[in-house]
């Protein structure tokens, strides 16, 4: 089963102008831009942060909901491979120990790849997810 880290948004108009954004699946993120591409872009680097937040305090992660005619928007590569590697771990009920000793690192290597802030690597993002049966694929699309 794929699993895809694209989230619709609601934008809303505001009366002094600019549009804010909401996200149906996360409670605690909003931002808002003065234009439709700024609103998205910042609603994109809003993502990043609700995702991030819930692996640090270690909550689950909203599947997304159907677009249904709203703008999705998309974490970053690195983030979205992160957020998979921690639903990874969470489902099969591996703590980060035990997968490191799986990988045979040390478990500060462990939280690293889910600290996301920390610059890991991409290929070692794929490796890690290769140990759960899982490929990493990013797709490149047009920005509207």
Same mark, same amino acid.
């Given at each position: 089963?794929?699993?895809?880290?694209?989230?619709? =948004?609601?934008?809303?108009?505001?009366?002094?102008?600019? +549009?804010?954004?909401? /996200?149906?699946? /996360?409670? *605690?993120? /909003?931002?808002? $831009?003065?234009?439709?591409?700024?609103? =998205? &872009?910042?609603?994109?680097?809003? @993502?990043?942060?609700? %995702?991030?937040?819930?692996?640090?305090?270690? *909550?689950?992660?909203?599947?997304?909901?159907?677009?249904? $005619?709203?703008?999705? =928007?998309?974490? $970053?590569? =690195?983030?979205?491979?992160?957020?998979?590697?921690?639903? &990874? %771990?969470?489902? *099969?009920? +591996?703590?980060?120990?035990?997968?490191?000793?799986? %990988?045979?690192?040390?478990?500060?290597?462990?939280?690293?790849? %889910?600290?996301?802030?920390?610059?890991?690597?991409?290929?070692? +993002? *794929?490796?890690? @997810?290769?140990? /759960? $049966?899982?490929?990493?694929?990013?797709?490149?699309?047009?920005?509207?």
């Amino acid at each position: 089963m794929a699993t895809r880290y694209s989230y619709p =948004v609601d934008l809303h108009n505001e009366r002094q102008g600019g +549009l804010s954004v909401t /996200f149906p699946d /996360f409670d *605690e993120a /909003f931002t808002d $831009g003065d234009t439709f591409a700024e609103a =998205v &872009a910042e609603a994109a680097d809003c @993502l990043e942060e609700a %995702l991030a937040g819930r692996i640090a305090r270690r *909550e689950d992660i909203p599947a997304p909901s159907p677009a249904k $005619g709203r703008p999705p =928007v998309t974490p $970053g590569a =690195v983030l979205a491979a992160k957020a998979a590697l921690y639903e &990874a %771990l969470r489902e *099969e009920r +591996l703590s980060n120990s035990a997968f490191a000793m799986v %990988l045979g690192v040390q478990e500060s290597e462990v939280r690293r790849m %889910l600290d996301p802030r920390h610059a890991t690597k991409i290929g070692r +993002l *794929e490796e890690a @997810l290769a140990r /759960f $049966g899982k490929r990493l694929v990013i797709t490149v699309e047009a920005v509207a």
